[in-house]
């Protein structure tokens, strides 16, 4: 498997490899990692679908990627997927998808249309002050000390940042600034989290910079990821002929280790309940999703909070994992990841409203008509002052296809759910779907005499706790993480947030994909390189507009002497350009 940059393999159909039609594969999980790995089987190493199997715990497909409830008991989302234009797996995969909206289309297609009509932008990116726009929203607030803590970061080894947290590497003047606000609200960083992820991201992500003070980088689908992601790929892969097999949840995959390379030779499950496997050979392909950001995920309601469950027993994804890992230390470390659920956790809430009353709110506050069919907050909206660090969405509505004219659907989060609220208090995972929608008109700045009447009679409001939320943010060194296709293996490759593939971010859609396929083009050598991660750190074009962007449009001190010396180079053209002198 190869990296490549341009687009001279971008559009190669690969040759066919040897003996395919042979072989079979074992996918367990069922969500984006494991769709896309079978979708990569049947494009690119023209595997026969039928001989694909997918193994889900669940009753549906997406992982993740959810969506579901109705308009009389409320609607339900977990979370939602901010996206870019450069996730080049992603799109590489979903080219190949057939939308099921826009006639003669792909889901990349229709996503690409409708973001083009219909870019995003956050009207008002954070509040304060009971409903009021953040005063200095405008700037990001770093000191010049700060600036330097993230040059030094994204200059970091990798290998000398092993089991450090951001705390450890960014000091207080950064954590001050609205850098770290919106940053954080934006990808559900906290303090305790991996410096190696934060910087990742900073490198992954120094194009998003010139987006944080009003997320116009961000891209977004129609509806909510299941009907608009998750449902195409389970859709096209059905009707390929993959076997979608549900209430199978893998207990162990055992693996020979004695010789020099690593066969998958069985995979264990209960099946309802029920013990059962497989026992696979080395010509057939297993691929195996180790951990889940939503595993023990628990839905409350209006007047029930969301139940706090970390239990790990057999069936759990995470005991899958730890029973992989004992049989070699290249699978990687678990309990890294899964071993301390208090800082793994956030919670979620998505609110229905009954009336008039929450809709009308939202569009005084963005400027924004609701019921438009366009961008209203694209992305989300911070209460800087929160207690929680709550932020809320609202989404091109409707949010899903089953919406009635009138009805709105928000979802709500919360980074710090174990601490009293400002107007309900009580921490936030205590908290009835009621009492998370008074928190929420609190900081919107409903008067107080509306709160309880509003939060009561206006809306539905389903919490979520998570408490595996952000495990792939924790503290990590090298080998925590197996790499997608570990030293030796034969036939076993992992998938998902929890596997290894350099220079990528977690907790994004485009890691799954890129997990998928570099699974699938590694095992098959398949004859096509995978995209590269997007260079944009090694773009000295990105970095220009990313240093602008820090400094908030102030010139680099010194910028004449500094304009003297490259008068009449292009160097002085792009420091120009980008404002910097």
């Not at 997990?515 to 096509?528: F, G, N, Q, S």
Request: proline share 6%.
């Amino acid at each position: 498997m190869r990296y490549a940059h341009s687009n001279f393999e971008a559009f190669v159909r690969p040759a066919k490899p040897s003996g395919i039609e042979s072989r079979s594969a074992w996918i367990v999980g069922g969500g984006l990692a494991g769709m896309a790995a079978a979708a990569f089987l049947i494009r690119d190493a023209q595997m026969t679908p039928s001989k694909i199997t997918i193994l889900e715990a669940s009753d549906a497909n997406g992982g993740a990627l959810d969506g579901a409830g109705n308009a009389q008991t409320g609607w339900l989302i977990r979370g939602g997927r901010e996206m870019e234009e450069q996730f080049q797996c992603l799109w590489d995969l979903y080219r190949s998808i057939p939308s099921l909206e826009v006639p003669d289309a792909s889901v990349l297609d229709e996503f690409y249309r409708l973001n083009r009509v219909d870019p995003s932008s956050s009207p008002v990116r954070a509040m304060c002050g009971r409903g009021k726009p953040l005063p200095d929203r405008d700037s990001l607030t770093l000191t010049g000390k700060a600036r330097r803590e993230i040059i030094s970061l994204i200059l970091a080894d990798e290998e000398k940042l092993g089991g450090k947290t951001i705390a450890d590497v960014l000091s207080d003047d950064f954590m001050k600034s609205n850098f770290w606000l919106f940053w954080r609200s934006m990808f559900a960083f906290e303090t305790w989290h991996s410096a190696i992820e934060m910087k990742r991201y900073l490198a992954r992500f120094v194009h998003q910079i010139l987006g944080l003070k009003d997320l116009h980088t961000l891209k977004f689908t129609k509806f909510n990821q299941q009907e608009s992601l998750s449902k195409p790929l389970a859709t096209w892969l059905s009707e390929k002929g993959v076997v979608f097999r549900h209430g199978v949840r893998a207990t162990n995959v055992r693996i020979d280790t004695a010789a020099a390379r690593k066969v998958a030779t069985r995979i264990d499950w209960l099946e309802n309940g029920q013990p059962g496997g497989v026992d696979v050979n080395t010509s057939d392909l297993v691929f195996v999703t180790n951990g889940s950001m939503v595993e023990n995920s628990r839905w409350g309601d209006h007047h029930t909070p969301a139940p706090v469950d970390t239990t790990i027993g057999e069936g759990n994804i995470w005991q899958l994992w730890r029973n992989i890992a004992a049989q070699d230390p290249a699978f990687g470390r678990p309990d890294v990841f899964c071993g301390d659920a208090a800082k793994s956790r956030w919670e979620s809430a998505t609110v229905t409203t009954l009336d008039a009353r929450i809709p009308e709110l939202v569009q005084k506050v963005t400027g924004r008509d609701p019921f438009s069919g366009r961008t209203v907050t694209g992305g989300p909206i911070t209460f800087q002052d929160s207690a929680w660090l709550m932020s809320w969405v609202v989404s091109r509505q409707p949010h899903f296809k089953g919406q009635p004219k009138g009805q709105m659907v928000a979802w709500l989060y919360g980074l710090f759910s174990d601490v009293p609220g400002d107007y309900v208090k009580k921490p936030m995972q205590d908290c009835t779907g009621e009492e998370i929608t008074r928190e929420w008109l609190f900081h919107m700045g409903v008067p107080m005499d509306q709160i309880d009447d509003m939060a009561a009679t206006g809306a539905i409001t389903h919490p979520c706790m998570m408490p595996f939320i952000t495990a792939q943010f924790m503290p990590r060194g090298p080998g925590d993480r197996p790499k997608v296709v570990p030293d030796g293996s034969a036939n076993l490759a992992f998938l998902g947030q929890f596997a290894e593939t350099p220079r990528d971010t977690v907790f994004t859609t485009e890691y799954s994909v890129r997990t998928a396929m570099e699974a699938v083009y590694t095992l098959l050598d398949i004859d096509r390189a995978v995209p590269e991660v997007f260079g944009s750190i090694y773009d000295v074009r990105m970095l220009l507009q990313a240093a602008a962007e820090l400094r908030d449009g102030k010139k680099v001190p010194g910028s004449g002497l500094l304009h003297h010396l490259t008068d009449g180079t292009e160097i002085d053209n792009l420091l120009d350009r980008y404002g910097l002198i």
